[in-house]
């Protein structure tokens, strides 16, 4: 199993943008497909965003497409979201989750890392 951390969450005003981060541990990271999902208060977990083992094929929720960008960098063992013109709504803890592809269901991905709040002030 793959250990995640995310980092890079925090308070920004609507409009704003900010970069998660989500480092894993161990020699396998390549092996993994990546993805992004949220959490709300009081709200189901949901996804965000994915990526393949190479980064060539990417999956967005409709509610963030055209305004988040999921990448990685296999050689730093990470895996980015790239969120702009955030809105209230996309305030919520966002994990980073590795699985064995492509996905977007929460069943698909076996390693979830501790989450980074995000807040979006209107």
């Known amino acids: 199993q793959v250990q995640l951390e995310e980092s890079g969450g925090g308070l920004v005003q609507a409009g704003g943008s900010l970069r998660l981060s989500c480092a894993a541990s161990g020699r396998t990271f390549s092996s993994y497909a990546m993805g992004w999902f949220r959490q709300a208060l009081g709200k189901e977990r949901e996804f965000v965003a994915a990526?393949?083992?190479?980064?060539?094929?990417?999956f967005y929720a409709d509610s963030v497409k055209g305004r988040f960008t999921i990448s990685r960098d296999n050689a730093k063992n990470t895996v980015y979201l790239q969120m702009n013109s955030l809105k209230p709504e996309d305030t919520a803890v966002y994990y980073c989750?590795?699985?064995?592809?492509?996905?977007?269901?929460?069943?698909?991905?076996?390693?979830w890392g501790q989450g980074t709040q995000v807040t979006v002030s209107s």
């Open positions: 990526i393949s083992r190479g980064g060539v094929t990417t």
């Open positions: 989750a590795a699985g064995p592809r492509v996905a977007r269901s929460i069943a698909d991905f076996g390693s």
